[in-house]
């Protein structure tokens, strides 16, 4: 019960992580920390009792192995959905927006796809065949669609993209989520195939033609990566379901995808109706929370506290090197005094004199 507890409660976590990524670099702290307690009760709690806690679409048969609808779909949307109601960043950030240190972002890559093989293998609480199909087909699906999604940015726009392939890694992981323990490892790599490609499609193509996906704000693209990828796992889940592996998730269903003939068209079904269930009650109930906040205390950050930034206006700063636009200036950034001049400088390690 106690591995049950934690393992559920860090999921509730991560959703809600996911979500604050559709949010960043505007909305009022106070508003935030109001939505977190309610979106957890009144959304994200709903959803995940209704497909693992023994709940109308788990009766059903709707199958969700560790979270495609319960936290990548619902994430997704409810992010975008929020990120409509607290508005879009000033202009000049959305304009540009680049990481702020590549290499971060590639150690942060890195131990989110390992920690996704506890993620996902985790899922039965137990070392068995699900677990280590799901570990393996994690990895395969992530690493394919990693690989078409670099390939995608070679094709089409000439060289590749660290950024790209995160974001490929990244979809791939979502897709595989909602059938790791399910599928066998050749419908993986389809999965990663078509992770690599439809999100590829929607953030690069789509988004660039929708008025709306234009008009709201996600900062971090979180309903290509989530919503779109979970969306595209759970009916692949559908599609690739093997029969002896949904025994074992679960039993009582019969359940197989209907790439295995028999009943399978009717679990492709049910796997689109959960989904419309999941992104139907996130938009409504992430919509109702944002009223309600709004009512307390504004969703927003006003618009001279955007201009200074949403970790200045707190009295911190993340990276406090120098100022946007100033130059080097040995005198003020250097590691030696005026006093020491060229000569304390031509003395430092080679690695700091490379750095300067």
């Known amino acids: 019960m106690a591995s049950m507890v934690y393992f559920q409660c860090v999921f509730a976590a991560i959703t809600l992580i996911l979500l604050a990524g559709s949010l960043l670099g505007r909305m009022n702290i106070k508003a935030w920390m109001i939505f977190v307690p309610l979106w957890l009760t009144f959304s994200y709690t709903v959803g995940a009792f209704s497909l693992w806690g023994g709940g109308f679409l788990f009766h059903w048969g709707v199958m969700d192995y ?3 609808y319960v936290i990548h779909l619902s994430s997704g949307i409810a992010g975008f959905t929020a990120a409509y109601w607290v508005g879009p960043r000033s202009t000049k950030d959305r304009e540009r927006f680049p ?39 994690t990895n395969i699906c992530a690493a394919t669609s990693l690989l078409v999604w670099t390939c995608l940015d070679v094709i089409f726009f000439k060289k590749p993209s660290v950024i790209g392939a995160v974001q490929g890694m990244i979809t791939g992981l979502v897709c595989i989520t909602p059938g790791a323990g399910l599928v066998q490892g050749w419908a993986a790599i389809v999965m990663g195939i078509l992770s690599g490609s439809i999100p590829w499609f929607t953030m690069m193509v789509v988004h660039k033609r929708s008025k709306l996906l234009q008009h709201v704000d996600d900062t971090l693209g979180v309903f290509h990566t989530h919503a779109v990828a979970g969306f595209l796992g759970g009916a692949t889940t559908g599609l690739f379901a093997e029969p ?42 992430t919509s109702l929370i944002c009223l309600v906040v709004g009512l307390i205390v504004p969703l927003r950050m006003p618009e001279e506290e955007l201009a200074i930034g949403d970790d200045a206006v707190h009295g911190e700063e993340a990276y406090a090197l120098w100022g946007d636009g100033e130059k080097y200036d040995s005198s003020k950034h250097g590691w030696y005094s005026d006093n020491e001049g060229t000569q304390g400088r031509n003395t430092a390690p080679s690695g700091v004199t490379q750095n300067v």
């Open 66 to 68: 560790s979270g495609g």
């Open 99 to 137: 990481p702020n240190n590549v290499l971060l972002m590639l150690t942060g890559a890195g131990l989110l796809w390992m920690g996704w093989a506890g993620f996902n293998g985790g899922d039965p609480y137990s070392a068995n065949i699900d677990s280590s199909l799901a570990v393996l087909n």
């Open 244 to 285: 002896v592996l949904c025994s074992l998730f679960v039993p009582v269903t019969n359940s197989r995808g209907a790439f295995y003939g028999g009943s399978g068209g009717m679990q492709l079904l049910k796997q689109l109706v959960g989904a419309l269930f999941i992104i139907s009650w996130n938009v409504v109930a």
